[in-house]
């Protein structure tokens, strides 16, 4: 069994002159919602397996608190800019192809569109819009991260800010 959690980052500063987009940072608001999800999906899984993320400031910051929450330690955190650049189910695909077989699960922290498209094309039954600081488990009964393709995995939970806080 395969799992992907996709954590969509919090709230973020407004655009700004001063920073690109890539530099912004998490409202103080947002990073306590981002500590209640975290907590969230700690009751939801025990082993979280690996965390990928986008180097922007925003997902990295999401990525690390809820680290701090599950034991991953920052330096463990593996930055994948393509989330951030190039996401795309190919992507995914190709990332997943060369993730170790004995991994189990994968959480991955990133943005919008893609991390609400990619989990509806993943799940058979079709997955919502992830809001910020959103989370959606899909499960894949695989052996080899390889085989995962789109409809083969089945949406566990999603988790939304607005509706577990």
């Known amino acids: 069994m395969k799992k992907l959690i996709f954590v969509r980052h919090g709230r973020a500063e407004d655009p700004s002159p001063e920073f690109s987009d890539f530099q912004r940072s998490l409202t103080p608001k947002g990073k306590s919602i981002v500590k209640q999800m975290a907590q969230k999906l700690a009751e939801e899984e025990k082993n979280q397996g690996i965390y990928i993320t986008s180097p922007a400031f925003r ?12 034991g991953i330690k920052p330096e463990n955190i593996v930055l994948d800019s393509n ?3 190039k996401m795309s189910f190919r992507y995914l ?8 077989n004995e991994i189990d699960s994968i959480v991955l922290f990133g943005h919008n569109p893609s991390f609400s498209e990619i989990p509806d094309l993943l799940c058979k039954e079709g997955c919502d819009f992830l809001p910020k600081c959103g989370i959606a488990g899909i499960s894949f009964n695989l052996k080899k991260w390889s085989e995962i393709d789109q409809g083969s995995g089945k949406l566990e939970y999603f988790l939304k800010p607005e509706k577990v806080l």
């Open 59 to 70: 997902a990295l910051e999401t990525a690390i608190i809820f680290g701090e929450i599950s």
């Open 93 to 100: 695909q190709n990332l997943l192809s060369k993730t170790a």
């Open 83 to 85: 989330l951030y650049y």
